[in-house]
């Protein structure tokens, strides 16, 4: 090895080339063998992990599968099936709908969407997502974010607006364990109507 390549090495690299080279007094020559041996193989083993990890970890793969989860949930509420949207829920998730209060634990947010169904029925109501939406992930935690639009039978808009999801993968399924939402136009007014004036 050339000194440039040595100067490369940290000291402890050089000093474990050094013990593979030089034979120390009573030392069995085939010893050495077996170190030249090793050194290369265990070195080999640390570089398979780290590839295996780093291909395990991969963000662009974990946010695809992410948003892949969004939308099976679009697809389920488009067909009126509260038990796979409730299924995309973690068991101890919270669902934060807006103008009501947090709905906890994957049984009470299939109520909530159960709840929901007949009027979405009734009305036609078409969910869809924004064509870009973003998210990451990082270990087991990931998010999703982006727009949706709402429309109703006759294919007319009657809300868009931003969600926010959070999620953890369990036994490689990414599962929500929060989620959010809320529209881009002003809160329904609680207040009746005034009456027009005479």
């Known amino acids: ?7 490369e090495l940290s000291y402890h690299d050089r000093a474990e080339l050094r013990a593979l080279i030089v034979i120390h007094p009573g030392e069995n020559p085939s010893m050495k ?11 080999a083993v640390l570089l398979a992990v780290g590839a295996i990890q780093s291909s395990a970890a991969d963000p662009a793969a974990e946010v695809a599968a992410i ?8 697809k389920a509420f488009n067909a009126r099936d509260a ?3 409730a299924a995309q829920y973690d068991e101890q998730a919270v669902l934060l709908p807006p103008g009501a209060p947090a709905v906890h634990g994957r049984t009470e947010i299939r109520g909530f969407f159960v709840k929901m ?9 078409a969910f869809g997502l924004g064509a870009k939406p973003v998210g ?3 270990g087991d935690w990931g998010w999703s974010s982006g727009s949706y639009v709402l429309k109703n039978k006759t294919g007319k808009v009657i809300d868009t607006g931003k969600y ?26 609680a207040e009746p109507a005034a009456p027009a004036k005479k």
């Open 67 to 74: 948003h892949a989860v969004d939308d099976v949930w679009v």
């Open 83 to 85: 038990d796979t949207m």
């Open 164 to 189: 926010l999801s959070v999620s953890k993968k369990q036994d490689g399924k990414w599962l929500y364990v929060r989620d959010t939402w809320n529209s881009d136009g002003p809160p329904a007014s």
């Open 33 to 43: 063998t077996l170190k030249k041996v090793t050194h290369p193989f265990g070195l």
């Open 136 to 138: 990451g992930a990082r």
């Open 1 to 7: 090895m050339s000194s440039p390549q040595l100067r």
């Open 117 to 125: 169904m007949p009027e979405a029925a009734q009305e036609g109501l």
